[in-house]
């Protein structure tokens, strides 16, 4: 079994960064592509950026530009590098492993006007 932790999460000023971590623990085999999704009170959860196994990666049109994703196998960690930030970027962000069927907790992103 997966366990996935987000962090980095925060209140920042339009116009700001943050960088979120996604760190997964436990059975990490099955870890293949990892996906970061947002959800916004009263709102869908959204797909933001994914990377693949390979590295290959996938953003949402509104992010395109301002957020970046990479990640690190060594220490079984994805990065969601968030710059420019909008307020309508405010969200909770959780990051998700499909083939695991694995998700974590969320980390609340608050971005100031």
């Known amino acids: 079994q997966v366990q996935l932790v987000e962090s980095g999460g925060g209140l920042v000023q339009a116009g700001g960064s943050l960088r979120l971590s996604c760190a997964a623990s436990?059975?990490?085999?099955?870890?293949?592509?990892v996906v970061w999704y947002r959800q916004a009170s009263g709102e869908e959860r959204e797909l933001v950026a994914s990377?693949?196994?390979?590295?290959?990666?996938y953003f949402r049109g509104s992010v395109k530009g301002r957020f970046t994703i990479s990640r690190d196998n060594a220490k079984n960690t994805v990065y969601l590098q968030m710059n420019s930030l909008k307020s309508e970027d405010t969200a909770v962000y959780y990051c998700?492993?499909?083939?695991?069927?694995?998700w974590g907790q969320g980390t609340q992103v608050t971005v100031s006007s």
């Open positions: 998700n492993a499909p083939k695991c069927r694995a």
């Open positions: 436990g059975d990490t085999s099955c870890i293949s592509a």
């Open positions: 990377v693949a196994s390979g590295g290959t990666t």
